[in-house]
């Protein structure tokens, strides 16, 4: 009798995501070390949103202020200790990880 080959584990799609707060750029309304949850599943993005991407081979997460012409413009809650679009530019939508979904973060 012949036995099956295992493949290796299937992998799921990532649904949620984990991530902890680093630094201040969005206080108070996110405080470093603080846990949230976003999704990787979004259809539309739009302002006031809180989103995850990459930028500079680092995750960052800032609230979008503007869409343009399919860019966005980040900013932190802190403007006062933020990197944000008003230092880096535009981000394309191909940078976005992930749309923040639990804390629900109204502007």
Do not use: C, Y
């Not at 503007?66 to 191909?94: C, M, Y």
């Amino acid at each position: 009798m012949k036995s099956l080959k295992s493949f290796g584990k299937l992998r799921r799609p990532k649904i949620f995501m984990l991530r902890r707060v680093v630094g201040g750029s969005m206080s108070p309304k996110l405080r470093p070390g603080q846990l949230l949850f976003a999704t990787p599943l979004f259809k539309r993005l739009k302002p006031g949103q809180v989103i995850i991407f990459q930028h500079q081979g680092k995750e960052k997460i800032k609230r979008i202020e503007r869409l343009e012409q399919d860019k966005l413009f980040v900013i932190g809650d802190n403007l006062s200790i933020s990197t944000d679009s008003r230092h880096f530019g535009w981000l394309a939508p191909q940078d976005v990880v992930a749309r923040v979904v639990w804390p629900k973060l109204a502007k």
